[in-house]
Structure formats: C-alpha cells, structure tokens
C-alpha cells in the first residue's frame, strides 16, 4: 500500500488531537503514529540516514554516558535555573567542551532544553532520572544493542534462515560470545539481572491493564456466572512473577467471589511468601510444565508466557492446563501481542525484534495464536485490545 499523502496524514493528526483534547483512550499513541507517518512522508533520504544512522545512535550513546555521570539527575536537581556548561561539566567531571557538545545533541533531540545560558531538565529527562529507566536504559545500550548491530552479520553467516526456536546459537550469544541462554547470562553477569528486573518493569509502565475497565469485560465474563460449586477460585495467575497483576486485580475487584491464585516458580513463590506486605491473593509453587492442580477455576490468565518460548513449548504449557479446564466454563486468558499483518506496530515489532534477538523465539499474529491453541485442543472465543496497548488480550476455552 502506498504511503497516505501529507494531507490525509495532517487530517488524522487534527482528528487524534481533538480525541487527546478529551482524553480518549489511545489518543495520544494515535497522535505519535501520525506524527512518525508525518516525518516519513516527508523525510528526504539524506534526512532518514542523517536521523536514523547518526542523529540516533549518537543520542543513545550519549544517554548512556548521562547515565553513567548522573547528568540527568543534576539537572533535575538543579530545578528551574538549569546549569550551565561549565557548572554541569564540574559536577559530571567532563571536559567543559565536550560535555557542552554531547549535551547540545541532547537539545537537539529534545531531550534537554537550553535557554538563558543553561542547560534544563524536561519532564521527559526528570523521568530518565528514575533509577528503572536508568537501569533500563543500560540493559538496553549494553545488553540489547550488541545483538541488533550484530544481525547483518549473524544471518549473513547463518544463511539468512530463522534461528533453531528457543535455541542457544542465536544473535544474543553470537553477539555477547557466549554459551548460556540470556537469563543465565544475566545471572552470570552482574548487574544486568537486576537491570533487567528494572526494565521488565519499566516496559508497560503508564499502559493499561487487561483488567482495567474498558480492556477485557472482568464482571460480564469471569464474575458474572462464577460457581463456586465448579471451584472457590476465580483466577489463577500462572507464571504471575511478583504478583503485581494479582494485586492489581484483587483491588478493583474488592467485592468479587472467589479466590485468586498466584503460581510461579518455587524461588519466585518464595520471595513473595516471604514479603511481610498484607496479600489478598494465595501464592502456590507451580511449574507450568507440570499438570496444572487447580482445577475448573472460572478463569487461568498467562501474561507474557508463551511469547518467551516456541511453539512446541507453548503447546506443552496449554496441554498442562487443559485437563484442569471445565467445558463451557473455565476461561483461559492470554495476555499477549497479537501481530498484525496489514498494520505492523512498532510496539509489536520491536517486542519481535527482541525476542528474536534474545531468545529466537517469536511475537505471534493471529493465525499463529490460533493454531498454537488449536494444537492444545482450545479455541480463540474473542481477541480484546485497548488503544495504544500493545498487548491483546486472548480469550480461549477448550474446543
Ligand atoms: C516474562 S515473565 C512474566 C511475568 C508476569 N506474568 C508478567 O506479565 O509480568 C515470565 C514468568 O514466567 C515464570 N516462569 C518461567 N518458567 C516457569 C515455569 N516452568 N513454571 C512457572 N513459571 C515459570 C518466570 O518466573 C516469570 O515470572
């Protein structure tokens, strides 16, 4: 499909920024699409390589050195006065000439902003300054980064065919010349699992949630028709991690019926045993590769589980659930990118890109959720979005 002329692309900016007037859902992300369509309508080659190829790689590279000399912070710290060049060299310990140069490009990308003599903080760098985007912002640059430079190389040399799903020779491990799998690297390779704790949490920050109003109807598909004869439980969180999801469930749906479930690795379950914090779940220790031991609960919801593993894989984790599952009543809700074919997103695809980076797995499209759980003998009943999520949100039930 050819690219919308100027004009059109200028007609759905007014209209996404009417919609942001009123704070509609999505608005905003509606209005960053257009905005990006905008610049590729009218970026000219010698403009896209400039911004893409330099302008770019020259910014992350210089955010990543503001993280190491905590620029972002003395700026924030510095409040509306700003710092000046000299002032912000001191405190960084940076040559007055360099630090002024690297900043500038900063400006330029609208990181900072430069007026009256000083360089200022934006809302934008304030936020930078939060220890998960700092934390982020270094998994991404020293970890991420290596691989993607490394593509054109890697399948190059791999003849350009998919990498062994979920295998150990993939651009991560050509990139880092290394053996183990990414989350053992992490362990092996301090601070970066903790970093990368950071940036799990940081990713979907500020995005709504599958249970939030307006995503996934809660009330009309899982509380309305709950037995508690079938099982006391409403919801099984499997492979729910910390349990922010749980808790976050728990609380607006204060006067539900039933319990709720978390299930997760042993070591994972025991640090949430172990945390003195008040829980208004139960937490159970539950390899997700093992028959699933609650049974005919209304509801079992997967956040980002099967986009970590193949297709085979995947297809194990469902076959372990489905003999828990009650005909025509238990939900199985998987919170996951769905791709799509005619209108890629860039959240979409990025995800992809790291996956494939990462893991050599893959972000699904449609057909290929359909077939992943048809293989488990389960069925697609509806597919929720949100605007401006990435994430979908899959209901499916045995077939
Ligand atoms: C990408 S995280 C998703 C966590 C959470 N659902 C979320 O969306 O934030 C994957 C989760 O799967 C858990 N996990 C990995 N292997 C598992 C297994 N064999 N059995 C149960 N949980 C497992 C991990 O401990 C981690 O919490």
């Known amino acids: 499909m050819a690219s919308p002329p100027v004009a059109a692309i200028l007609e ?201 109003a307006g995503f996934y109807p809660v009330a009309e598909r899982i509380i309305t028709g709950f037995d508690a004869e079938a099982s006391d439980v409403l919801l099984v969180d499997v492979g729910g991690g910390g349990g922010h999801d749980v808790a976050a469930f728990a609380a607006q749906y204060a006067s539900r019926p039933g319990k709720i479930v978390l299930q997760d690795r042993e070591s994972v379950i025991a640090g949430v045993l172990a945390s003195t914090e008040e829980r208004s779940y139960e937490a159970q220790p539950h390899d997700f590769f093992t028959p699933q031991p609650i049974h005919a609960a209304r509801a079992y919801s997967l956040h980002s589980i099967l986009h970590d593993w193949s297709d085979e894989k995947g297809v194990k984790i469902l076959e372990n659930l489905v003999p828990a599952l009650k005909k025509g009543y238990s939900r199985v809700l998987l919170n996951e990118i769905v791709v799509s074919e005619e209108k890629p997103t860039l959240a979409a695809t990025s995800m992809d890109m790291m996956m494939l980076a990462h893991f050599a797995v893959r972000e699904r499209t449609e057909a290929n959720w359909r077939a992943i759980l048809a293989k488990a003998g389960l069925k697609v009943v509806n597919i929720y979005t949100y605007p401006g999520v990435a994430e979908s949100l899959i209901e499916a039930e045995l077939a």
């Not at 003395?74 to 060049?85: R, Y």
């Not at 691989?147 to 880092?176: I, M, R, V």
Request: glycine residues 6%.
């Open 12 to 212: 759905s900016l007014a209209t996404a920024g009417k919609a942001f007037d009123k704070n509609e859902a999505g608005s905003r992300e509606a209005l960053i699409e257009n905005s990006r369509a905008l610049v590729a309508a009218l970026e000219i080659p010698s403009e896209f390589i400039q911004r893409s190829f330099w302008a770019e790689p020259a910014m992350s590279a210089n955010i990543a050195i503001a993280v190491d000399v905590k620029l972002f912070q003395h700026l924030k710290e510095a409040g509306d006065a700003g710092l000046s060049g000299a002032a912000l060299a001191e405190k960084t310990g940076f040559d007055v000439d360099l630090l002024e140069r690297l900043a500038r490009h900063l400006v330029a990308m609208n990181i900072l902003t430069y007026h009256d003599g000083a360089f200022h903080a934006t809302a934008l760098s304030k936020s930078l300054a939060e220890e998960n985007y700092q934390h982020s912002i270094s998994f991404c640059y020293d970890a991420a980064r290596a691989s993607f430079n490394g593509f054109p190389e890697f399948f190059k040399k791999t003849a350009y065919k998919s990498p062994a799903s979920g295998g150990l020779d993939g651009p991560f491990q050509d990139a880092h010349k290394t053996k183990l799998p990414f989350f053992e690297w992490l362990v092996a390779t301090p601070p970066y699992l903790q970093y990368f704790g950071s940036f799990m949490s940081a990713y979907r920050a500020g995005k709504a949630n599958w249970y939030d």
